[in-house]
């Protein structure tokens, strides 16, 4: 039998814990409960305060100024030795950086931060972002006329949420389609670089990390050429052409750009439609809801976003000494927001271990809140309801057909493989005439 769980025995970060047991849900109810912020000093090198309550992760997401977002964006371990002790799943690192592998958006603060959130916020507006609703739309028909071309049997991942995110995505850098692959190599490696299977063989997750990132700067150093020669419609264009305090963007700054568009936006809106589809087999009352109300695809999509919470942390220091709950907290050290804990927090979601598509008010953190927020939630939005819309109409029935893989990670909640048998609805003769 497994022991009871007390704060001394707990384990809210080894990745491998992750990829065995999904999120720590109980761990961080016991943490919302009886220590809220609490010091964590075991298996990283920095300790830091997990932040577990929703009021709290706003609060402190609200003061940008205060709570700033460098020089540690996350607890990543192994990936990051200037910051976190690489105890496991990678032997100790000798490297020490002193200079952030990145500079964009998640490690910047005011006033920078708002002027080159800037340079792409027009292309990321609900509005804008309405114009790729019939690409988007077309994506998702074309790879479920594919899926229910098969035997009834798919892995999820690979045949659906995979393709999907990194094919919209693609369209939205000006990526040709025969590059696509190396995207897709690229983020695995820098988001799921604590991942056994997406290290690169004899490197440790920084090295992995740092080649990715070598790779991807300087295929996108070549779309940005070509885009200040002939721009396009595409969000690179629209960075490459930027300014920020009437100057063009530096080139690390501009690399940094296109490189977190392209791991934010794939890596999360992937995981967040795997786990959407297993909430909706795991809760056939809901699924059915969905089948008979339609309308209700808005709702779904936000309950998805906190039901499947994909980001699972971000990190903020403190410029000042400051007391949160009655814990001092130093200048410099760092706290830990866990953004599934606080969509879980009773004090402001009823029911919250309940998945409901009609949840209302649903105030959900998953793209996080304030300063930061999420900059691309309305394509992410977008491409769930389509996806979800368009399997509730052509997918009769549907269920696991084997174990999840999940990623190894206590980042970003990943799923890397979700085999699932299905039947496709009936389709009605084409009209005569
Ligand atoms: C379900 C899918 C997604 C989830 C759950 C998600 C979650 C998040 C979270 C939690 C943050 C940090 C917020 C904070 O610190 O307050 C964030 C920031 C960000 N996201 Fe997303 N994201 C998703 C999809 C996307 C997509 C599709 C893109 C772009 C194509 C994107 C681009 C970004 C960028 C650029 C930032 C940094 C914003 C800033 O620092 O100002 N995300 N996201």
New binding site residues.
């Given amino acids: 039998m497994a022991p009871d769980l007390t704060l001394e025995n707990i384990d809210i970060i080894r990745p491998s814990n992750y990829a065995a047991n999904g999120y720590p849900y109980a761990e961080w109810k016991l943490l919302r409960e009886q220590a809220p912020i609490y010091y964590w000093d075991r298996s990283v090198q920095n300790p830091f305060y997990a932040v577990t309550r929703y009021d709290d992760v706003v609060w402190i997401?609200k003061q940008p100024k205060l709570f700033q977002?460098g020089p540690r964006i996350a607890v990543i371990l192994g990936s990051d030795p200037g910051a976190n002790a690489p105890r496991e799943g990678s032997p100790p690192e000798g490297v020490q950086l002193n200079t952030p592998l990145f500079r964009?958006?998640?490690n910047?603060d005011p006033p920078e931060?708002a002027k080159y959130?800037r340079v792409?916020s027009s292309w990321?507006t609900p509005r804008a972002i309405q114009r790729l609703q019939p690409e988007i739309e077309r994506i998702t028909r074309e790879l479920l006329d594919r899926l229910v071309e098969t035997d009834g049997e798919a892995d999820f991942v690979g045949a659906i949420t995979a393709p999907l995110?990194l094919s919209v995505?693609a369209e939205?850098l000006g990526v040709p389609r025969e590059d696509w692959e190396l995207m897709f190599r690229w983020t695995n490696q820098i988001a799921g670089a604590t991942d056994p299977e997406y290290q690169s063989p004899g490197k440790t997750a920084f090295e992995t990390v740092r080649d990715a990132r070598e790779s991807l700067f300087k295929y996108f150093s070549a779309l940005v050429e070509k885009s200040r020669a002939k721009p396009g419609d595409d969000i690179v264009s629209v960075i490459a052409h930027g300014k920020v305090d009437g100057e063009p963007l530096p080139a690390f700054e501009l690399l940094s750009y296109c490189l977190?568009?392209v791991v934010?936006?794939?890596e999360?809106?992937r995981?967040?439609a795997s786990g959407g589809l297993l909430a909706l087999i795991e809760h056939p009352g809901e699924l059915e809801k969905l089948r008979r109300d339609p309308g209700l695809i808005d709702s779904a999509v936000e309950e998805i976003?906190r039901w499947?919470?994909?980001?699972i942390q971000?990190c903020r220091t403190p410029i000042e000494d400051v007391e949160i709950r009655g814990q001092k907290i130093r200048a410099g050290e760092n706290l830990c927001?866990f953004?599934p804990a606080a969509n879980r927090d009773p004090e402001v979601f009823e029911e919250p271990d309940c998945f409901r598509i009609d949840r209302d008010p649903n105030p959900q953190?998953?793209?996080?809140?304030?300063?930061?927020?999420?900059?691309?939630?309305s394509?992410?939005?977008l491409?769930?309801r389509e996806l979800f819309r368009q399997w509730i109409e052509r997918i009769d029935q549907f269920e696991l057909a084997g174990p999840l893989e999940r990623l190894h990670s206590s980042f970003l909640g990943g799923v890397k493989q979700m085999p699932i048998r299905f039947r496709p609805r009936e389709t009605r003769a084409p009209r005569s005439g």
């Fill in positions: 997401s977002n964009q958006l998640l910047m931060h959130r792409a990321f995110t995505l939205m977190v568009l934010a936006g794939n999360t809106t995981n967040a976003v499947t919470s994909p980001v971000f927001l953004y953190l998953g793209f996080g809140i304030g300063e930061h927020f999420c900059l691309g939630a394509l992410a939005r491409e769930l």
